[in-house]
């Protein structure tokens, strides 16, 4: 299971709703430490997992922010360089 949940407010683009099924996906996950549900489960899980996608939506339209929009790619720049800043501290 994932451990890295990942922002998706103020970006340009904006998260788009494959990025939101699927982090709301991993949330679900997350909470009930299930990767794949049992078929006795899977209605709730599925419930839960739509319920969430609702929030984060609701939550993505309701939210105003004064900040410029990040850059997808500058994120996943500095996302990159973050390994290796470690790696070269841990060394010295």
């Known amino acids: ?29 997350k909470l009930s430490g299930f990767t794949h549900p049992s078929k006795a489960n899977e209605a709730a899980f599925n419930r839960r997992r739509r319920g969430c996608r609702r929030g984060a939506k609701a939550s993505r339209i309701a939210a105003h922010i004064g900040a410029h929009p990040r850059s997808r790619g500058r994120s996943r720049q500095g996302a990159r360089a973050r390994p290796r800043a470690i790696r070269v501290t841990a060394d010295t």
């Open 1 to 29: 299971m994932c451990r890295n949940i990942r922002t998706l407010f103020n970006f340009e683009p904006p998260a788009t709703e494959e990025e939101i099924r699927a982090s709301a996906l991993q949330f679900v996950r």
